[in-house]
């Protein structure tokens, strides 16, 4: 692997609106962390309820032990040497102590140590922590042999514009005077580029820190030590941020947090001067008039975009079924003995142009979205298939003993398609003697009607791997997730060519035993998720990292104790393992190995919030607003900055649990269950409308895609496509059991009860 072997290791168990042109130039704050915590107060009846406030889980204030189920590679040595520079530091011997710190990041940058229980921190990311932590005495010292060449590589990179650069200074030399001029400028290059997430991530590092900390304390976060820019003006950049984000709830929040923080603090806003609390008002209300481009326009990967994070233009109005297609059999979906077992849902489409596309472990699949023909039809003598991987007649069939069930995904970027093809097998039983053979597959739908440009094999990577999902593709480099089964199982991540498929660094994450019985073999399906110049894989084993994008070291690895170490062999479905989401920098992790909902911070890996939600955690459907929206058996709204619940909707009867993914359009979530589609408002839970599937169509819910003014819906042997014409009537159907009753509960959470019973009773 591309991890260079430290002196000593150890393996613990362990486009903006062109009104706000001008406004691109000022500069503004951001406490967005204190605001965003405060939660609406829903006092509208028709409304879904709150939760009572005492539910809410309280963090303690140390941390409980726990039995770590991974293996995580931390470096021995290079955690004895911070520890003795600590020790220098405590004493104020503060030459030897810097030093020593800028020693050990020098030599081993990418190497973890532990910082306390499930939590680790690469050395040279810790190395800054500390830096930034020293009083003014320890950091003058600091300053004296790192301040002149940082202001050299400043001055260059700004002169040739070099981003790149910057983030090197930034990185390496975190408490440089010339690093608060180069936050400065990295954000407003993000800005003006449109990336307000990463320009927020920048300025609000430019915050004072909260709290002056002794050297033998770790910090919460990474803050600027001693910032000479005014703490109203990079808080008013950040509010700025929220109101062009076009979220008016949390710029409304912010605004009001702004004024009570810094009153009468005068500044400039663009071209006009003034209390900056008014003039931030003063744009919060014109931009209700704004008309701001929309953050997604297509379905281009899972969950919409690389952050895992979309929200889909507008919502459309569903008419007829204008056209399904049956998948082929897949000999890796759970056999069911029963009807009370839950079917497997294991196709998420995509779309390119006016094309849906879907996959299965041999095929790919293309057809017109208008007309259900296939595409590129004339090419193919009107097959849909356009891809199909050679079979290999030698080998032998899925074992009979799974766990888990398959997934199938694709990413498409800059005209080309990219899917994980093959056994989605990832560890086989012990009495399997052959590996799984996967690969990853890059299509030219642009020019070539999905004419394959490169294939590579995870076998040629590393042997007896397996690719885990289809590739995130970001800024010229194709990422995935492999998983090595033997001798014990290994999650790694690994950075490929997006032109050539040539494999440009891989990084192992962590191990773990995984113990499925003597003939048992494991299906697993690990996404990645981009945000914050680093890659975000929650690995179903017990451990959720953050890898840098551009070098592939770790920056962070957060570690939980695993339910399914501990679950018996003969539990044969596993939650799925939904992918991280990442929002305000904010990494949001559901673990499918785990009955909990994690908030990381994005540069240092502290854990921000975490929640376990009655009915469990499938799918992390986006953000809006402040809001993060995530469904199960329900569909919950959370306070993005606390995890506090802001509305549920959630019913008793197991037809009305969620069956699928949903998806965010508009103001709107689309939320599928096994008969119906409710509509519900992304704000305050409201259920808008419901769309009949059983009783309208006769058709069941799945996994929903948007495309235009099509609605696509992904059952577990079929393909449904919802067009804008007028439906048939409304069949006579047999009505749901488990009518709701006023004194309905959900283990003990109010039952929303926004007009659903006099739809049901319609029927």
């Known amino acids: 692997m591309a991890s260079p072997a430290p002196s000593a290791k150890s393996r613990h168990k362990a486009r903006l ?6 406004t691109i130039l000022l500069l503004l704050p951001a406490f967005s962390q204190t605001v965003r915590g405060q939660q609406p107060n829903p006092t509208d009846r028709n409304r879904p309820a709150v939760p009572p406030p005492a539910v809410a889980p309280q963090l303690p204030a140390v941390e409980p032990r726990f039995r770590e189920s991974v293996a995580i590679e931390t470096n021995l040595t290079a955690q004895r040497q911070v520890e003795l520079a600590r020790v220098h530091l405590r004493e104020k011997r503060w030459s030897e102590g810097i030093e020593l710190i800028r020693q050990v990041a020098a030599n081993d940058p990418g190497s973890l140590i532990s910082v306390g229980p499930g939590r680790y921190l690469s050395v040279d990311l810790y190395a800054q922590m500390l830096m930034a932590a020293l009083p003014a005495e320890g950091l003058a010292v600091a300053r004296k042999t790192i301040d002149d060449s940082a202001k050299a590589a400043m001055e260059d990179a700004m002169r040739h514009r070099d981003e790149t650069a910057l983030r090197s200074l930034v990185h390496k030399m975190f408490v440089a ?3 608060e001029q180069a936050l400065l400028t990295l954000g407003q290059w993000a800005w003006e580029s449109g990336n307000l997430t990463a320009a927020r991530g920048y300025w609000s590092r430019l915050l004072p820190p909260r709290e002056s900390s002794p050297p033998e304390t770790l910090a919460e976060g990474l803050r600027f030590p001693d910032p000479q820019i005014e703490p109203a003006e990079i808080g008013a950049r950040l509010v700025l941020a929220s109101i062009v984000e076009g979220d008016p709830n949390v710029a409304h929040a912010e605004c009001a947090a702004f004024r009570r923080r810094f009153g009468t603090t005068r500044g400039r806003l663009g071209d006009r001067e003034g209390i900056l609390a008014d003039l931030l008002e003063q744009t919060a209300e014109q931009a209700r008039g704004w008309s701001f481009p929309p953050r997604d326009t297509t379905v281009s990967t899972f969950a919409v975009n690389a952050a895992r994070n979309g929200v889909l233009p507008r919502e459309i109005e569903v008419g007829a079924a204008r056209w399904a297609v049956e998948l082929p059999i897949d000999l890796y979906s759970p056999v069911h003995s029963s009807a009370s077992e839950r079917e497997v849902l294991s196709t998420f489409p995509v779309v390119y142009k006016n094309y849906l596309l879907a996959n299965t472990a041999e095929q790919i699949f293309a057809w017109d979205l208008r007309t259900g023909k296939p595409a590129w039809a004339e090419d193919r003598l009107e097959r849909s298939a356009i891809y199909s991987a050679m079979a290999d007649a030698s080998a032998p069939p899925p074992a009979p003993f799974l766990v888990g069930a398959p997934r199938y995904t694709m990413t498409i970027a800059d005209g080309r398609l990219y899917a994980r093809m093959g056994d989605p097998t990832t560890a086989h039983s012990r009495s399997t003697l052959r590996e799984s053979e996967s690969s990853v597959v890059c299509l030219d739908l642009a020019r070539g009607g999905g004419k394959l440009v490169w294939k590579v094999d995870a076998s040629a990577i590393e042997p007896q791997s397996s690719f885990e999902g289809s590739p995130l593709v970001a800024q010229g480099r194709a990422y995935v997730a492999m998983r090595k089964g033997r001798p014990r199982m290994q999650s790694d991540v690994v950075c490929l ?3 050539t498929g040539r494999r440009l660094w891989s990084r192992s994450v962590c191990a773990a035993v995984e113990d499925v019985g003597q003939n048992g073999s494991v299906l697993s399906h690990q996404l990645l998720t981009a945000g914050d110049d680093a890659v975000f894989l929650a690995t179903g084993l017990g451990a ?17 104790e695993s339910g399914d170490r501990d679950s018996p062999t003969s539990d044969r479905e596993r939650r799925e393992n939904s992918p991280c989401l990442f929002a305000q920098n904010i990494v949001v992790a559901a673990p499918g190995d785990a009955n909990t909902l994690f908030a990381i911070d994005s540069r240092c890996g502290t854990i921000l919030w975490r929640r376990t939600l009655p009915g469990g955690v499938e799918h992390l459907l986006g953000t809006k607003d402040g809001v993060l929206i995530v469904s199960g058996q329900s569909l919950w709204g959370l306070n993005l900055a606390t995890g506090h619940a802001v509305w549920h909707l959630g019913y008793l009867d197991p037809a009305s649990f969620g069956f699928g993914r949903g998806i965010l359009a508009g103001d709107v979530v689309y939320w599928p269950t096994r008969e119906d589609i409710y509509v519900v408002e992304q704000a305050t839970g409201a259920l808008r409308r419901r769309i009949p599937l059983l009783a309208r169509y006769v058709e069941s819910g799945g996994n ?32 749901l059991p488990g009518t709701l009753t006023e004194d309905n509960r959900m283990d003990g959470w109010p039952v929303a009860k926004t007009g659903l019973f006099p739809i049901l009773q319609r029927r």
Request: without cysteine; charged residues 20%.
């Open 544 to 560: 959720i990292a953050a890898v840098e994008a551009d070098s592939g070291s770790l920056r962070w690895v957060v570690t939980y």
């Open 177 to 179: 005077r010339s690093t």
């Open 17 to 22: 609106p062109a009104a706000v042109g001008l």
């Open 497 to 499: 060519e997006t032109e």
């Open 704 to 735: 929903l895609v948007l495309a235009g003014e099509f609605l696509a819906v992904a059952q577990s042997r079929r393909i449904v496509v919802f067009g804008p014409n007028a439906g048939p009537p409304l069949r006579k159907k047999q009505a």
